[in-house]
């Protein structure tokens, strides 16, 4: 059957909340053709996700807005949470930054998705179709067919290269491929009200953990909280919506009596994964695939690491380095993570909500006596609890040591680093968006002449040495330590070096000594993704 294609893109990408933009902004740093179709005429106007942590900041680096970006986000901020009697039994102000940010900062979501979507008009090469909708996709021999209706009910149809699913919990892509989330919908409903021209008090969140009403309240910026309550059984959600009602809510849990309320909603949460989140070229990202409880604040978040693991994988993929079969392993590195962010939102629920009036005392009685074990309360003040990325399979070569030593897998710190010119930097503004073989040594010569195998060319893999601390004169294709991190992250990988991925997870790591070994071990594993 003959189709009159109005135009082709390299991907096609169908939604447009963080996911989508995200994705969009970072195929568009690659230089890949791209076309982002929203049903919807503008990007969402009201507050939804509130929460950004340090790994998606990151993300947001690497898309070259993160400027922008911070000039709209309270930083920083941590969890106090309160018994029933109103006791603080634990504080969680994490301090560290590994990645570069803060682990927990405040947003809005209206605002960062505007900021995505005029970061677009960087890119010749991306184009956003927005008030059109998706009516079905079929597949091609090479492609992705699209059939679309526009804001006035005009047809078109255009192809892609690959078509990624970012249409969130209701998407019409997964719907079209028969991929059913599965999973569990809780009868738990909470109310959640959103206020602006709030006097913030306190910038943590506070948790209120008392069965009788638990209560959360949120921290955002440009004057604005979220407060959050759970509806207990036989209530309906009507009675909570009640101006009245919301009131009195409001002002037993500290809420500014002069703010204006923004948005009230009752919402179910959802802990729900796709089993499968591809057919041919067709991919399903954020909440196409998965659906998180908010608990942990981690919903939009690992869209987000969808939207960096699989933007580089499609350039490689559309630019013929790598071939088609490196996309496999997108959801066999990211749904191992994400099913453990969900079970670290379960748990936290537990703890915010106790069903029981036993188990929460239990619970809070427990948290306080950690105060008397200083490495115990560090695990919790400093959020260690919180699952890293870790890929013991996909686009990695292990390297024989044990998931607790390794580092082949995750992501790579981001301390700071000095520049040739003395500047102080973000390790990423000299990692960029490629592959790099980095090296901490005290003579790049020598470590980059072990460093010559035709495997590293065809990745486009940069060279970077990382030079002691206090290194005067820094020569071409290296940087100066500006603390210890390297040291602390690199002691047990003396004389190695670590081939980091487009985004910055360790593919491999191999002693310079047994450089050729590393190399053809990269070799098979791209070979068995052509």
């Known amino acids: 059957m003959l189709h009159d294609i109005a ?17 969009a902004n970072l195929l568009g740093v690659h230089g890949i053709d791209t076309l982002v179709v929203e049903r919807n005429t503008t990007t969402v106007q009201e507050p939804r996700a509130v929460s950004i942590d340090d790994e998606s900041l990151r993300t947001l680096q690497a898309a070259g807005v993160i400027d922008d970006v911070l000039s709209h986000v309270v930083a920083g901020y941590g969890s106090h949470y309160y018994s029933p009697r109103r006791i603080c039994f634990a504080r969680v102000e994490p301090i560290g930054t590994p990645y570069g940010y803060p682990r927990r900062n405040a947003f809005r979501q209206p605002v960062l998705e505007q900021q995505l979507r005029q970061a677009l008009h960087r890119f010749d090469h991306v184009t956003t179709l927005y008030g059109w909708r998706l009516e079905r996709h079929e597949p091609q021999p090479h492609g992705v067919l699209l059939h679309l209706t526009g804001p006035r009910g005009e047809a078109r149809t255009v192809m892609g290269g690959y078509l990624v699913g970012c249409d969130g919990a209701a998407s019409t892509v997964r719907e079209q491929l028969g991929i059913a989330l599965t999973g569990t919908t809780f009868d738990e409903r909470w109310l959640i009200v959103d206020l602006e021209n709030h006097g913030n008090r306190i910038k943590h969140t506070e948790v209120f953990c008392d069965r009788r009403r638990p209560c959360i309240t949120l921290p955002g910026p440009d004057r604005t909280r979220r407060f959050e309550f759970k509806l207990l059984p036989g209530e309906a959600d009507a009675d909570l ?30 802990a729900r994964v796709a089993p499968r989140w591809s057919t041919g ?5 954020g909440d196409a695939a998965h659906l998180t409880p908010p608990f942990a604040g981690q919903g ?20 013929g380095q790598v071939g088609s079969r490196l996309l496999d392993s997108y959801e066999r590195e990211r749904m191992a993570h994400v099913w453990e962010m969900i079970r670290l ?13 036993l188990s929460g005392f239990l619970v809070q009685t427990g948290f306080l006596a950690l105060k008397a074990c200083p490495p115990a309360h560090d695990y919790v003040a400093q959020m260690k609890y919180k699952p ?12 024989g040591r044990s998931a607790r030593r390794t580092l082949v897998g995750r992501l790579f710190p981001q301390p700071f680093v000095r520049t040739q010119q003395g500047e102080r930097v973000r390790l990423d503004t000299v990692l960029g968006n490629r592959f790099m073989l980095v090296v901490r040594t005290a003579s790049p010569a020598a470590a980059f002449a072990a460093l010559r195998h035709p495997v590293w060319d065809r990745l486009g893999a940069g060279r970077l040495a990382v030079l002691p601390a206090g290194t005067t004169t820094v020569p071409d294709e290296a940087v ?12 047990d990988y003396p004389d190695h070096a670590l081939l980091l991925r487009p985004d910055h997870y360790v593919a491999a790591a191999f002693a310079l000594a047994d450089a050729g070994q590393g190399a053809r071990h990269v070799e098979v594993l791209l070979d068995a993704m052509s």
């Open 345 to 357: 939102a379960l748990r936290m629920g537990r703890i915010m909500a106790p069903r029981r009036w």
């Open 480 to 491: 100066a330590e500006d603390d210890d991190s390297f040291a602390t992250t690199l002691a």
């Open 300 to 319: 939009m978040n690992s869209g987000i690491r969808d939207a960096h693991n699989l933007a580089w994988k499609l350039a490689a993929v559309v630019r």
């Open 281 to 285: 070229r067709v991919l399903l990202a």
């Open 7 to 23: 135009s082709h893109h390299a991907v096609a990408i169908i939604g447009s909340g963080p996911t989508g933009l995200v994705l």
């Open 241 to 270: 919506l009640q101006p009245t009602m919301i009131r009195h809510l409001l002002d037993t849990h500290g809420a500014d009596p002069q703010a204006t309320i923004r948005r009230q909603v009752v919402y179910r949460f959802h």
């Open 388 to 399: 890293k990325p870790r890929f013991a399979a996909g686009f990695v070569v292990p390297d």
